[in-house]
């Protein structure tokens, strides 16, 4: 399995958009991208997941560079809610039945 | 909106008791995994089932024993627990070709 690299931390005040970037240098041609966060007192939701280039949904967007060894999650006009913690995982989706290995994500600070 | 149910969410129990977590999910999917997050916050893969069968079974005590009985239940049992076993215990659930998990809420284990 790929290892990911995340900064431990950001801080972003309300309204700003933040990008969490994750390095995944050794990403296997089978593996794909996939973005959860957790908020206190809660399991981990899935936000987003990509294998190439540039995904967007209602909540967020993942650009993936072109060597696939470095993806950023944009959050547009972050609010309070948005403060959790952030992880990027890489699995081949096919195997272990999407056995998922979280590392310690990224805290996600936002200042009104 | 909550398709994963555990309980309880919270038990504290004496070293040596026996307890048992339960699981439920009404998504219709194949595969049930058990996470356990200590208290850093990281969050280990203990066991994956799917359709009732045991897939993963990662490196932990013998004590601790998955248990499902269909494929939209999964329990864990840990028969005679110790201070290490103080946790929270997320149960999750997905389709077995997919890294999008669902989780639940956490159940909360403290161990006196």
């Known amino acids: 399995l790929a290892k990911t690299t995340q900064p431990p931390s950001m801080e972003a005040y309300e309204g700003q958009e933040v990008n969490v970037s994750c390095s995944h240098t050794?990403?296997?041609?089978?593996?794909?991208i996939y973005w959860y966060r957790q908020v206190p007192h809660q399991g981990p939701q899935f936000i987003i997941q990509?294998?190439?280039d540039y995904v967007v949904n209602e909540v967020a967007s993942l650009f993936i560079s072109a060597d696939r060894k470095l993806s950023t999650l944009s959050l547009p006009w972050v609010s309070l809610r948005d403060a959790a913690v952030y992880y990027c995982i890489v699995t081949d989706r096919g195997s272990a039945l999407g056995r998922l290995h979280f590392g310690a994500g990224t805290q996600l600070i936002v200042i009104p | 909106e909550t398709a994963v149910f555990q309980t309880p969410n919270y038990h504290v129990t004496q070293v040596g008791n026996e307890v048992s977590f339960n699981c439920k999910q009404t998504l219709g999917h194949d595969t049930m995994y058990w996470y356990k997050q200590d208290s850093k916050k990281l969050l280990k893969i203990m066991f994956s089932y799917n359709n009732k069968q045991l897939i993963v079974n990662e490196t932990v005590p013998r004590r601790f024993s998955p248990q499902s009985s269909d494929k939209a239940h999964l329990n864990l049992r840990i028969k005679s627990v110790e201070p290490e076993d103080s946790a929270v215990y997320l149960c999750a659930s997905s389709y077995s070709q997919t890294g999008q998990l669902y989780f639940g809420e956490g159940s909360k284990l403290t161990v006196l």
């Open positions: 050794n990403i296997a041609t089978s593996e794909y």
């Open positions: 990509g294998y190439k």
